[in-house]
């Protein structure tokens, strides 16, 4: 990814996830945007040069650009893991099997990596990228619900 291709992902990274927070977490659009400005300049304080974090561009066999990936190595109590923080096929390039593609070489590349587990968080409402992940064989860890009250 190039620097340009960067602050692109990055802008369009802290909408969607500003979206999700909105969906999901029921802060207020202003807050979502705030908060998922803050959270990715956290993560990422280096930019594309944030160690042990990967954003890599994903191409076609005709080297078409149809998503990108971003991944890092985190340390956890039973050890290093691979923790994906980003997958996204292009809108004009869903539905052909490149998410399904994408992950697996992610794996084949973690595993080059000595890592021997990958972790990732999805929103409830993903359908698609849960279908994606359990047809992988991606187990679910935990669960978190809510119900939102009327306070009146």
Known sequence: MTADEFRTYLRHSVAAYADDLVRNVKLSPEAARARSTAVL????????????????????EDGERVGVLWYARRGTPAGDIAYLFDIEVEEAARGRGHGRRIMELFEREVSALGL???ELNVFGHNDVARGLYEGLGYVEMSRQLFKDLDAG
């Open 116 to 118: 021997g587990r990958i």
């Open 41 to 60: 300049h956290e993560l990422l304080p280096e930019g594309l040069g944030t160690r042990d974090h990967w954003i890599e561009v994903a191409e076609d």
